[in-house]
Every structure is written in C-alpha cells, then in structure tokens.
C-alpha cells in the first residue's frame, strides 16, 4: 500500500494518488429496509443452523443454510426494488 499523500486541487476536491484509498469519503453504514431485512433473515437462518448443530441434526443445519441464502437474495431483490441506501422509494417527496 503506498503512502502518497492526498493534495488539494485548486477548485477543492481532493485527488488521491492512483492506487491508495480515499478515507475522506463517508461510506455509510448500510441503514435502509433491505439491509436490515437481510441482516435479520440471515440471523435467523444462522439461529437455525446453530441448534441444527447442537442437537445434531443436518436437515434442520440444511435449512438454516437455505433460510440465510434466502436473506441475501431477499436483500438485493428488495435494494434493486428501490429500498437501499438512497433508493427510490426512500427519497423524501416533500410531502
């Protein structure tokens, strides 16, 4: 990882050598219905999977698998649909 260090251009946006990260940039935290949805389906299917394991049972360990599978296709259908970070139907209308 190089340590070039980011200069200022005259109109005020920062450059960054090529190669390095730009950490002035505020990433997010992911907030939105969709992150949240997957997050919570897929603690769910992980719960499942870990009393599959516990009593031994790999059915039950199957399932939980395919229940946090669902939570990522459930999340990325529901951030295309408009419910992600910015999305379409998360703008504010001013009404």
Known sequence: MSKAPASVSKSGTRTVAPGTIDHSQELGHGNSPAAWT????????ALIAAIAFVIASTPIFI???????????????MRKAGYGVEGSKLKNSGH
Do not use: Q, R, S, T
Not at 69 to 77: F, K, Q, S
């Open 38 to 45: 997957c997050v919570i389906v897929m603690l769910v299917g």
């Open 63 to 77: 399932g939980g698998a395919v229940v946090m599978v669902i939570g990522l296709i459930l999340g990325y259908v």
